[in-house]
DNA sequence: GTCTATAAAGAGATAGAC
DNA sequence: GTCTATCTCTTTATAGAC
């Protein structure tokens, strides 16, 4: 607040040109686009987006963040994560590009020095423990093997999801959701 | 046989470069290197290096090529896939590089136009029934539980290993081999 | 503060001499 | 079969109009 108006107006052009880059990429994949083609699709030239975004990986990488942000309100969370992130894999049918997009950063953000680094390391800081607590509920609950390691379970749950995700590409008939909930429903008593 | 003097040559020459990159990205690692450093490193002028092979994403595609043809000399197989698996996993925190080649050109691999993506499919083509025959293998003899389906337990695992090495390219302290490991213990009868 | 126009630096790829 | 020289296209940076 107290913001002056010309700054508002930046962010929430800056918000525009993200939701269209969004678009273009879950719709149209990531397939070294160039930043000429998306500024073209967003409609602003190239110095345009630049103006907003200083490299093409820090908007590749706000582009990642803005997904979590929309996932996180448009599916929202019943307290409970591995329902949450079944559905966020049901979604991702919906958004191979964007899925794409996530594999190949994933990798490049290895490099403590790329931009995406960070985002990809509070990612896993923040889903890991969640997922766990509710591994940790299931057992109370009594739902769940009491010899599971919730932290052990979270991880292989995580890598699963994000390794059926290449399958998936290369074979759309991989069923992303359903073979999480099957290999989960080993774990319940 | 019957090949020409010039001919083996240079399919020698050829291997030479490609064991000697596959030993840059290994060490090194992949950080968007460009084909000039490759060369430069190899020994090689760039057209040099481009006469052996068609283009960055094909060279690329043959050093991870060449990697599964070495890992699988050193590697013996014992005859149980699964445990080739983990034994790959174990060798795997020696090859950073290889890792994220792996992870970035799986990611890229599937628009079906890149050079990589027949690799990809083949290769999930040989290794998913290869696996599944392990599990199954498993089960005749009693050490595994009865209500696995080998198929999706396969897919699960490869699925897991893929996803794991992208948590330990972010945090080198997971391990990737135990987890695996781990897993699987949650199986046995 | 925002954008148009433009150019610099570097990548992959190619032509053609030797 | 290998190199020198060059071409095109990409990302990135800057100058200056509105």
Known sequence: MAERGSYAKGVARREEILTAALDVFSREGYRGTSLRE?????????????????????????????????????????????DTLIRIMRHNRDV????????????????????????FVDRYAAVLPTLAGSIRDRQDAGTARADLDPEHIARVLV???????IQWALD???????????LWALFEV
Do not use: C, N, W
């Open 159 to 165: 890598a699963l999801a994000d390794g059926i995700q």
């Open 38 to 82: 998306v500024a073209k699709q967003v409609g602003v030239s190239l110095p345009g987006l630049m103006h907003y975004f200083e490299s093409k990986e820090h908007l590749l990488t706000a582009i990642l963040q803005k997904r979590d942000e929309v996932d996180g309100e448009s599916l929202p969370s019943t307290g409970d994560f591995l």
């Open 96 to 119: 191979p590009g964007l899925v794409q997009l996530f594999i190949t950063l994933a990798a490049a953000a290895e490099d403590p020095a790329h931009p995406a680094h960070p985002f």
């Open 172 to 182: 759309r008939s991989v069923d992303m959701a359903g073979d999480i909930e099957r």
